[in-house]
């Protein structure tokens, strides 16, 4: 059965990685699985047959036989557990790995996308440059936390797992912003996740497909 995932036929980053395609792609190739995508366009998302695969009109969705599943959370977690190299054999281990997925997708990404929407949707409201540095603020809570409990080193539970592909996917999102320089370790962190050969072929995928087409705006 061959597995399908969905992308944007035209991406609002102009293939700089922060489509959440990307997060599936990374996990595929990281296990060592084949796969196809196929791309819709905006109008697309809202249509009936792409509602059928996820309800609420967005990417990516993943398909293999007659399994349809959305969210990127719930993708990763099910490519992990099929396939060997994203949770560790260990039970107690594999639980501590998946903690970090839900912990990245409902700790700390609310902050990081809610500065993305200041920066990018409130810039030019009125109420924005007093609002900016409390959003900053909580993003800056989040990483300090974050960055104390990775200390030195150099995966959150020892070898590398989902949990830290879907951390350092979210901490990607931070990167214009100069906020993640601030935690030497943390930029450390996710520039390791960068490194890694699967990351580098599902980057490179990903940007082929919009290779001279300008962002989706």
Do not use: C
């Not at 996990?27 to 791309?39: H, I, M, N, S, T």
């Not at 960055?147 to 350092?168: P, T």
């Amino acid at each position: 059965m061959s597995i399908v995932i969905t992308a944007f036929a035209r991406s609002p980053d102009g293939g700089k990685g922060l489509a959440r395609d990307m997060r599936v792609r990374w996990a595929l190739e990281e296990a060592g699985q084949p796969y196809e995508v196929r791309l819709v366009s905006f109008a697309a998302l809202k249509e009936p047959a792409h509602r059928a695969l996820h309800p609420f009109g967005q990417i990516p969705t993943y398909e293999e036989g007659g399994l349809a599943l959305f969210e990127t959370g719930s993708i990763l977690l099910h490519i992990a557990e099929r396939h060997a190299g994203l949770l560790p054999e260990d039970g107690d281990a594999r639980a501590r790995a998946i903690t970090w997925i839900f912990a990245a997708l409902n700790t700390v990404e609310p902050p990081i996308l809610e500065l993305a929407n200041a920066r990018l949707l409130e810039g030019e409201k009125p109420w924005s440059r007093e609002r900016l540095p409390l959003v900053e603020g909580r993003v800056r809570d989040r990483l300090r936390q974050l960055s104390v409990r990775l200390g030195d080193a150099g995966w959150l539970e020892g070898a590398f797992s989902a949990g830290d592909l879907m951390m350092v996917s979210v901490l990607l999102r931070l990167k214009p912003s100069g906020l993640l320089d601030e935690f030497p370790n943390l930029a450390a962190y996710v520039a390791r996740g960068e490194a890694r050969p699967a990351y580098q072929r599902a980057f490179a995928a990903q940007r082929a497909l919009y290779a001279g087409k300008p962002p989706a705006g």
